[in-house]
C-alpha cells in the first residue's frame, strides 16, 4: 500500500496572485526576487552564503519550471540543466487572506470561503472589552504593545518593561492574529500558555484565525531571544480535512512542525514537534522510515516565514532555501516504491517586499517519488488540489474538495 509525505515551506511563494493587487501584493515573488537579488550581489553575507541562488535538487524537481509558468519569467539559475525528476506545477489559493491557516486548510482539502477578523493598525488596536477580558481572567496588572508589530521588534522595545511590570506584550499585524509575548523565566511558559487559551476564547466572537504563544529569554543587559516553545491556538476548520478522512480510514498520520496547533490538534495523529527547519525534516524523515503502509507525514517548515520573510532577510532566506535544497536526496534515499512526496507552501513572504508581513502568492507545486509520473501538471486552481492528490495516492476516498493531478 503507498504512503505519501506532504512538506509545507512555510512562505515559498512563486509569484503574485492574480487578486494579489487587493492584498497590497502586486509583483511580490519571493523566490523570484531571492534569486535575482542573488544574482545581482545582495543575497551574499560574509560566513553565510554567495553567489547565484543554488538550488539543483528543486531545479530537477521543477521549481524554476513551476516558477516561469506561475510568473513568465525564470528566475536566475533555476532553469533545468538535465532531465527533469518529478511533476511540476503551481497552485493558486481561492480561500480568503493570506495567512498560514488559510493556506493549510486549503491544502487540506477546506479553502477558507469567509472572512477572517482583524485588528486595525491604530493605537490601540484590541477592542477594550477583549482586553480588559483578558487582564481580568489573566489576573495581568495590564498588557504591553495593544498595536500592530514585528515580533522580534516589539521585544526589544517593550521587553525590559515587561520583566519590570510583569504585564506581558500583546500585539498583531495585517494578518488575521493575537499574538502573546512573554518571558519563559520570570513569566513563566505554562502561564504563557494558559493566558493564550484564554485569548482564544476571547477572539472567537472576532473570527480571529489564531492565537500565538511568543516565549523569549534574555536579559536587558545580554539582549531578547525568541525560543523554539512557540505555540499556536487555533480555531478549528469549519468542516473535515483531509486529516479527518485519514484519521476515520484508520490510516496512521504523523504531524511534523506547527500543523498539529494549525488544525488545533483535530485528527493530527502522532505530532512531533521539534526548533527549525533542520530539526522538522529530520523528523519528517525518520517518520517516513517508520511509517506504515498507508500512511501519511504532514510537515511545516517554518523558519522561512518567521526567521527570514517576516525580517525581510534575503542572504538568510536563500540560504535556508539552499539548506533544504542540500537535503532533497535525503528524503529521496527513505522513500520506498509507491510512495509520493509533494513539496509545496502555504502563501508567499517576499524578503524583499515592503513591509514584514505575508504576500499573496501562487505556491510551487512539486511531486515526485520512485514509479511516480514526470512532466508538467500545470496550474491548479485550488490549493485543494495537493490534499485531493494524497488522497487518491493513498486509495482514500475524497469527500471534500479539489482535483488531482494523479
Keep these: ?59 530537477a524537481l521543477g521549481l524554476g519550471l513551476a516558477c516561469e509558468a506561475s510568473t513568465g519569467r525564470m528566475p536566475p539559475n533555476l532553469a533545468p540543466k538535465g532531465a527533469l525528476k518529478g511533476a511540476w506545477g503551481y497552485g493558486v489559493e481561492t480561500s480568503k487572506g ?24 491604530t493605537i490601540p488596536s484590541f477592542p477594550e472589552q477583549l482586553t480588559a477580558a483578558l487582564i481580568e481572567r489573566g ?14 521588534a516589539v521585544i526589544d522595545e517593550l521587553g525590559a518593561e515587561h520583566m519590570r511590570s510583569g504585564k506581558p506584550i500583546v500585539y498583531t499585524s495585517v494578518d488575521s492574529v493575537l499574538q502573546i509575548a512573554a518571558h519563559e523565566e520570570t513569566f513563566g511558559l505554562e502561564r504563557l500558555y494558559d493566558l493564550c487559551r484564554i485569548g482564544r476564547e476571547l477572539c472567537d466572537e472576532y473570527k480571529i484565525g489564531r492565537v500565538i504563544a511568543r516565549p523569549f529569554i534574555g536579559s536587558p ?103 533544504f535544497d542540500r537535503r532533497v536526496p535525503e528524503i529521496e534515499a527513505a522513500l520506498q516504491d509507491g510512495d509520493l512526496v509533494i513539496i509545496t507552501a502555504d502563501h508567499g513572504n517576499d524578503p524583499s517586499w515592503r513591509g514584514s508581513d505575508h504576500t499573496r502568492e501562487h505556491v ?31 486509495g482514500v476516498r475524497n469527500p471534500g474538495k479539489g482535483r488531482s493531478w494523479l
Design 98 to 121: 493570506k495567512d498560514t491557516p488559510s493556506g493549510h486548510w486549503e491544502i487540506a482539502g477546506v479553502p477558507v470561503t469567509f472572512d477572517w477578523g482583524y485588528f486595525p493598525n
Design 1 to 59: 500500500m503507498p504512503r505519501a509525505l506532504l512538506i509545507v515551506l512555510d512562505s515559498v511563494g512563486i509569484g503574485g496572485a492574480e487578486d494579489a493587487a487587493a492584498y497590497g501584493d502586486a509583483g511580490a515573488d519571493t523566490v523570484g526576487h531571492i534569486a535575482e537579488a542573488c544574482a545581482a550581489g545582495r543575497g551574499d553575507q560574509a560566513g553565510l552564503r554567495q553567489g547565484l541562488l543554488d538550488l539543483p535538487h528543486m531545479t
Design 139 to 152: 489576573n495581568l496588572p495590564g498588557i504591553l504593545g495593544n498595536k500592530h508589530a514585528s515580533g522580534t
Design 364 to 394: 510551487p507545486i512539486l511531486s515526485f517519488g520512485r514509479g511516480m509520473a514526470q512532466g508538467a501538471i500545470g496550474r491548479r486552481e485550488s490549493f485543494a488540489d495537493i490534499g485531493a492528490s494524497v488522497l487518491e495516492h493513498l
Design 221 to 323: 543587559e545580554t539582549g531578547f531571544k525568541r525560543t523554539g516553545n512557540r505555540k499556536d491556538f487555533a480555531t478549528p476548520t469549519p468542516a473535515d480535512t483531509i486529516l479527518d478522512t485519514l484519521a476515520k480510514a484508520g490510516r496512521s498520520v504523523v504531524t511534523v512542525g506547527k500543523i498539529g496547533d494549525i488544525f488545533a490538534h483535530r485528527s493530527t495523529g502522532k505530532e512531533v514537534k521539534p526548533n527549525g527547519n533542520d530539526a522538522c525534516l529530520s523528523a519528517a524523515i525518520a517518520a517516513l522510515q517508520d511509517l506504515p503502509d498507508g500512511g501519511f507525514v504532514f510537515a511545516n517548515l517554518v523558519d522561512f516565514d518567521s526567521e527570514f520573510g517576516h525580517r525581510r532577510d534575503i542572504p538568510g532566506y536563500a540560504a535556508a532555501l539552499e539548506a
